[in-house]
């Protein structure tokens, strides 16, 4: 059973695509197209290859954004990426500005080489980016796909430092930030990364896509619980340059941690928040915290929270 329907609601992918419509009107997609016996039309999920054109022509159809992944790099899962686009907005939809007149600004840690928060990001709400990698080979795709979609006015990329996460960015930035999202580095080594899939539960089956981060994009010293540590104590430091700290888990049991650790200063957070990114047969979290009391994220109301039983949300 998949976890299509504990998507968010407005996602577009609930529905899976028809590649039998794609084979049809995308010649390049057409080649990794195989029609069965019962004239059904699917892809091979183990061959990354695939995937890849998958990703890339459904940005095309969907977002008329023209994409380009590198092979040795992780193919963006696009429902996934989506999901947290779309919680961005929910959460952004429980703030209210005075007279505003300039447009959202957000900051995309680890942006990887397709860029792929900014760019649909700005495509489906015009929000501003900056965006950091701290891998120049990432940085040099990631270039190329913003100027390839002519949002270099509203995107803006960035090297980041190995000693910083967000602080660094933001004081060479020298603005305020509405928002903050995060797709951190999951595992702690290559054994933990090779052995990822073994802490499942077994009711969950294993993923249908091959489809493997190189080490710069799924490994950091300490794992996704260090870095996500000292992203928190940098954001004490900034605590209102950003609105709205957000950050994907990869691990439910990282998830219990991070938590803890922002309840343990309650006295600074003023609110925080957590959900579900559900799809297809893979789960991640998501943990948004604030330090602007007018900004109450226990109050925004998420549509898809009825759909998902017995997760505890806010404090």
Not at 7 to 24: E, G, Q, S, V, W
Not at 96 to 101: A, D, F, G, L, V
Not at 114 to 128: A, Q, S, V
Request: with cysteine; charged share 25%.
């Amino acid at each position: 059973m998949t976890l299509n329907k504990y998507m968010h609601p407005r996602n577009i992918y609930r529905t899976p695509p028809c590649f039998k419509d794609l084979a049809a009107n995308y010649p390049e997609f057409r080649k990794y197209a195989v029609q069965d016996l019962t004239g059904k039309v699917h892809i091979d999920f183990k061959d990354t290859a695939a995937l890849r054109m998958l990703t890339t022509t459904l940005l095309l159809k969907d977002f008329n954004l023209k994409v380009e992944i590198p092979a040795e790099r992780l193919v963006p899962t696009l429902p996934l990426r989506l999901n947290y686009i779309l919680w961005i907005e929910d959460l952004l939809n429980g703030v209210t500005y005075e007279s505003r007149k300039e447009l959202i600004c957000g900051l995309d840690i680890g942006t990887g080489s397709t860029c792929i928060y900014p760019l649909l990001g700005h495509r489906m709400n015009g929000w501003k980016f900056w965006a950091t990698d701290s891998d120049d080979d990432a940085l040099v795709y990631a270039e190329m796909n913003v100027r390839n979609n002519n949002m270099q006015e509203a995107i803006t990329i960035m090297k980041s430092s190995d000693s910083s996460i967000i602080k660094q960015t933001i004081e060479k930035s020298d603005r305020e930030f509405d928002f903050m999202m995060c797709n951190p580095p999951f595992f702690k080594d290559d054994e933990e990364a090779n052995t990822g899939n073994k802490g499942r539960s077994r009711s969950r089956p294993s993923p249908r896509a091959c489809n493997r981060p190189c080490a710069e994009e799924a490994i950091t010293d300490g794992g996704e619980v260090t870095f996500v540590t000292k992203m928190i104590q940098e954001s004490f430091e900034l605590r209102g340059k950003v609105k709205i700290y957000t950050t994907m888990i990869g691990k439910k049991k990282s998830l219990a941690f991070v938590r803890r650790k922002l309840q343990e200063a309650s006295g600074d957070v003023c609110s925080l928040t957590v959900t579900e990114f559900c799809q297809g047969h893979t789960m991640r979290w998501g943990i948004a915290w604030t330090f602007q009391p007018e900004i109450l994220l226990n109050k925004v109301s998420f549509l898809f929270c009825k759909l998902i039983p017995n997760l505890k949300r806010s404090v």
